[in-house]
């Protein structure tokens, strides 16, 4: 019998955490080393620590954000690197015949993975760039905030270096807004054009219509071969964890 193997794709604060944690209380396994609940995943991130590191290691020796919030639509990738890709992908069939990840930056070597393997499946989540972005911005904002907060207490006061915080601090949404509304850009046009080439394979949702069609996704795991055990997606959901005030945001036309 041939592997399953599912593939949880999106941009980042999509809501993929949350089909992640769903769908491995559903039976189908998505890592042995998850990354852990902090404050902007309460319920935990369901990233396969493994990937993590392999996908932050190929974007940080490119000199480029290895949260994989901007960079080029497609990265190219070694043949050494593909091999390393290879050899993660053959450990976990070996430790289970049906299996699945979940990491945002999956989507920017999804290509490499499907020529890895031909038989991969997956489940695409959207989300409004207004949304995402909101979120990014309350979650990158609080980290900057714990950063300065930090500062102020572990170093000897620096007035330079404290107005470099403030200043951020003040104008993040301007300064970062339309860095991340370009990365969202470029993760839903790989996921489009992934999902033109091979939609027998995919489905594509947005995270209100999983809530609404979570039989449908049930279903159609099971006719693709997975072994599934039915849970009701509101058992594992809690919608104040998607839930964002929206502020406006002054994004570049340009990227409209």
Known sequence: MAEKILAILGMHRSGTSLLANWLQNCGIPIGDRLLGANESNQKGHFEDWEFVQIHQKLLKERKLDEKGLIGPRK?????????????????????????????????????????????????????????????LLKREKNLLAKKLHEKRIHTPYNFKRKLYFLFNYIFFNLLHANKYLSAWCIYNEALIQYYNCNNTECIFLSIDAIKKRNNYILEQLADWGFQITPINFSDTFSPELLSIKEKKIPFLKKLL
Not at 88 to 110: A, C, Y
Not at 112 to 130: D, G, S, T, V
């Open 75 to 135: 990265v190219q990738i070694t043949p050494y690197e593909f091999i390393e890709l290879v050899k993660l992908i053959q450990i976990k069939n070996k430790n289970s015949r049906q299996w699945g990840w979940k990491d945002p930056r999956t989507t920017l070597f999804i290509h490499q993975y499907k020529e890895i393997i031909p038989e991969l499946k997956a489940i695409i989540i959207f989300r409004h760039y207004n949304q995402v972005v909101n979120s």
